[in-house]
């Protein structure tokens, strides 16, 4: 037994000898750039941004995928530190969780800019879509919508996201406390159980269920205003679904008619601003500690979805839907 | 190590795989990383991710226990995140010291729990903590009111991010864990009833081991090595964010503990193997990304590598003649 | 007594059912509506169509965790296909997708030995990645309105789900007993040895089994799908707890060879209404997590009581 505990670590510590400390600097600007997942079209936009921006400044690129795992995060962003990136963009997971690590990579002097989601730790600087602004939005559409019909119970519904999405949830907070301004009631407030589409059209179910006259109501996550919207259409009623996000998805729905409004975020641009920021710090020495960049996010309705789908695509290179 | 005189020339080289496999598999991946991506050879990177090790391997310790007595504890990942978000809470009135144990005595309570769920109600292991999961994780949100806990508390922090003479106080905290499970499977009674539990419950009741007492005692010490694991954890992190930390943990420490060459029926296992599965799991997550392996590969190469490894053991427990699972 | 505890075996489930139907009642007038409680029933369809062929994994003594991804799998081939061959060929092309994934699982299991356990975790992870590889990451939008009727159309009233539900109920009832294959998932369940002594094909039985829970996720998948018109490559993650926590709370036992495929059905709409009920209410999700572990402690810990009991009549030599 004692000689096999020796053999193991003799067999660990080789190649810390062997290979360690070589984590080589390369010529020009490197950015590291974790990223919470590829799974959803909203995070293959950012990466998009993220890459186009470094190859529009001539920097190297390294992506690392976090696969959803906050634990995996750390230890990525620990490597990229290892690695001695000249700076490092985040999507993180969990934002709670990147404190140590962050704190780590300042002290290599390595700065480090959150796009979206959110940042804790000190950070230089976090580029994140006005959540709670774009909530209210939501609310506001409904009410304009529903001054043009006959009759208003004023009582709306909201499917929102889960508990741990910290930043996410400031959407439906928006919305509802707007609702109370606007002089409604949020008759149902529902978290979607399963973070998909037919989740949303679950829960939408469950709303319609709880409040037979619901008005109106908001999902704050694009995917589950899709399937909510389905399934007020299938239920044959008349309800204002609005969702959030401009997914690809969404845009299909407003064109058919059964979604009504969205709220989109510009996930392209956050990871090409996030990256000009980077250029600011490393090469034009800008100051920036703990900043708050909002990112603007627009109302997309049947009347302008178009022109902001064709904008993007232009911007973007890809299609918006 | 056992003698293999008398054994074919197969059995022979299982029974060094079961000694060496784990440990060369490691290696192998270890150079394999390190050629095809530079910053996974840093020596910054490479410790960093044995640090990070000791999250699934400290878990994996409790969980092996548990498998090599028979049963499951799949409300591991729940128990994390809510002894994690509890004890961090108390940080600030209690300060670090307290905070830490309270963390690790609640969790081993809570383990305590399990064990007597499991054998006073006599309900099966994994149903028992199958609804402890629930309980626990929804217990986790309405305590925290669903805000993740941040932590600042230096001892708190050192304890997963610190270094004594230049060595990660995690990976220490590790060795030292592994070494008391050691001594405790096998240089204790204590682990040899926990054997003879897993290899034929009656007739470790018919030789006058107290089955009841062992099975608790094990859910217990499942508890306490998953609450030396959340401290660390959530040191790393510097937040106990109750809906996150831990999710799929559960998963990920019995793939640890069966890949480590322990059989999912009970009996005899492999505490050491699963001290290098817990270090192949992590250091492959991390490798795989930083060679730029596309995002969706990696799901397909994580759940091959698995498929793989455990054939490989499954193929040993056959040239050697040993139980199956 | 003892009648009643041997009765309670089959319908116990029914008995939670019951109570909490006059639970939600009482507590929420929207929820004696016709199509509240179809909507119930139909929400809990999908967890008892994949409760189903888990009750057979179970039975036979395996376990199959990859369903949720083999739902997500169907969901893209769907959306994939629809365009190319239609709707009816799609859904079948992408339920024979599904069912060789579940044949890939039977043979890793059988004949490399792995564990149930450890395949179909690891499968999990694979399909999922092979689901996104197909669907080049992308939410896949279905065109053909048509292919909605599936899941949410309603037939005579009575959402489609649930006739879908019911026809694979009547199926697998049949299948596990009334034919001798039934009979023979159940022996290698109780005894896996001994049905091999037996002269049982227990590998080709075992590989049988696990096309069919495949074949279950698919048709959830192929409902789900149809219900938002979307291929998900990344539908309902966790949906698999959802299918193990119907079938155990169905009294199907863990140690295999009894599978209570009554209990599943019911088990399925009850966890429905847990979920569907304390929404209705207004109760937080946080609250809807703890009822359903409480639920299943406390229904296995009855369980448990009620079988030692009779055994302990048995053993004093009354007839039972």
Known sequence: MKKIIVLCIVLMLIPLFLFAGTGEKKEGITIGFSLWTMEFTFFQNLEKGVRDACEKFGYEYVMIDQNSDPQKMAQDLNSLVGQKVDGIVVTPVDPGAIGPAVQNARNAGIPVVCADIGKSGPVNALLISNNYEGGQLAMEFIDKQMKKKSSNTKKVGVGRVQPQWTYARQRGQGFMDKAKELGYTVASEIVVAVPSAEGGYDTMQQIMSAVPDVCGVFFASGREAVGAANAVKAAGKDIIVVGYNGDPEELHAIEDGILHATVAQQPWFIGYDSVRIMKEILEQGKEYEDAVVPVKVELLTPDNYKKWADEAEKRRGTPAY | ?325 | MIKFLKLYEKIGIFIFFVLGSIFLSIASPNFLRGDTILNIVAQGTYGAVVGFGMTLAITSGGFDLSVDAVMALTSVFISILIPLIGIPFAILISLIVASFVGMVNGLIITKLRVSPLITTLAMMTIIRGVALIVAGGKQIVIQQKLFMEVGTGKTLGVPNPIYIMIVLFAVFYFLLYHTAFGRHVSAVGSNESAAKISGLKVDLIKIFVFVIVSFTAGVAGTIRTSQTLIGIPTMSPGFVLVAITVTILGGTSLAGGRGNLWGTLFAGVFISMIYYGLNLIGVQIFYQMLSVGIVLLFALFIDGVRSRYLETMRAKGIKV
């Open chain 2, 1 to 325: 190590m056992e003698r293999t005189r008398g054994m074919g020339i197969r059995a022979r080289i299982a029974r060094r795989w079961e000694n060496f496999g784990l440990p060369l598999l490691f290696f192998v991946l270890l150079v394999i990383f390190s050629t095809l991506s530079p910053p996974f050879r840093s020596a910054y990177s490479l410790i960093s991710n044995f640090r990070f090790s000791s999250f699934i391997g400290i878990g994996a310790i409790g969980m092996a226990f548990c498998i090599m007595n028979g049963d499951f504890d799949i409300s591991v990942g729940s128990m994390l995140s809510l002894v994690a978000a509890m004890g961090s809470s108390f940080l600030p009135k209690i300060g670090g010291v307290s905070a830490v144990l309270f963390t690790i005595l609640f969790s081993t309570f809570l383990g305590f729990v399990n064990g007597v769920f499991v054998t006073k109600l006599r309900i099966p292991a994994f149903i028992t903590t199958l609804g402890m999961m629930f309980i626990y994780r929804s217990l986790a949100y309405i305590y925290t009111n669903n805000t993740p806990v941040y932590i600042e508390n230096p001892f708190w922090l050192f304890l997963g991010n610190g270094s004594v003479l230049g060595v990660p106080f995690a990976i220490i905290l590790m060795l030292i864990c592994y070494v008391v499970a050691f001594l405790l499977l096998r240089r204790s009674p204590f682990g040899r009833y926990v054997i003879a539990v897993g290899t034929n419950r009656e007739t470790a009741m018919l030789s006058g081991i107290n089955v009841d007492r062992t099975k608790i005692t094990v859910f217990a010490l499942v508890g306490l090595f998953v609450g030396i694991a959340s401290v660390v954890i959530s040191a790393n992190l510097g937040s106990a964010n109750p809906g996150m930390l831990g999710q799929g943990y559960e998963f990920q420490v019995i793939t640890a503990v069966v890949l480590g060459g322990t059989a999912l029926g009970g009996g005899d296992g492999n505490l050491w193997g699963a001290f290098f599965a817990a270090m192949i799991l992590t250091y492959l997550k991390n490798g795989l990304g930083l060679m730029q392996v596309d995002s969706y590969w990696q799901f397909v190469a994580v759940g091959l590598v698995l498929i793989f490894a455990v054939a490989l053991n499954r193929l040993k427990f056959t040239l050697l003649g040993q139980r199956q699972a």
